[in-house]
């Protein structure tokens, strides 16, 4: 509904409040966990087959503005969402694609290197920008001042301006 009254960033808050509440259910119910127990497999099924249906939510709200994420969400669900009426029946018994990561997890070790290296490219970068400013400042000025020639362009007041036709 959201979406439908052009409110975004609200639909987007939702979306992520149903992300909480769904990675929620996942941890509480550990299926890794599951897994490796005999005879809860009609359990593990359960919290695996609501765990997808709840992606596949999530990532029909994020269609609008993550397509490409969507279209390979419902490839992997092989269950393309054309219309939100089509999530109102829930994914059973059908098989999916082999997990592909739709995204990768950012290193922060990475992101404060690539923070000191822009750090050291601006710092390089500053004194010749400074150069380049300090030379354009004077040629800015003289274009800035009319030739003494009289080849200076006539002013109009903004009333003439007004009077313009600029079709």
Do not use: H
């Amino acid at each position: 509904r959201a979406y439908e009254a052009n409110e975004a960033a609200s639909a987007l808050r939702l979306t992520m409040a149903l992300a909480d509440e769904a990675n929620k259910y996942i941890d509480e119910r550990k299926p890794w966990v599951l897994a490796k127990q005999d005879g809860a497999d009609a359990e593990l099924q359960a919290v695996c087959t609501q765990g997808l249906n709840l992606f596949r939510v999530i990532a029909a709200a994020l269609k609008p503005v993550l397509p490409r994420v969507a279209a390979q969400s419902e490839a992997f669900l092989a269950a393309p969402v054309p219309r939100w009426s089509d999530l109102a029946q829930p994914l059973v018994a059908r098989a999916i694609a082999p997990y592909v990561p739709l995204f990768t997890r950012i290193d922060p070790k990475l992101i404060d290197a690539m923070i000191e290296a822009s750090k050291e490219s601006l710092a390089a970068a500053a004194p010749a920008a400074g150069a380049k400013t300090a030379a354009a400042k004077p040629a800015a000025k003289a274009e800035a001042q009319p030739a003494a020639t009289g080849d200076a362009p006539a002013t109009i007041a903004i009333d003439d301006f007004a009077k313009l036709d600029l079709r």
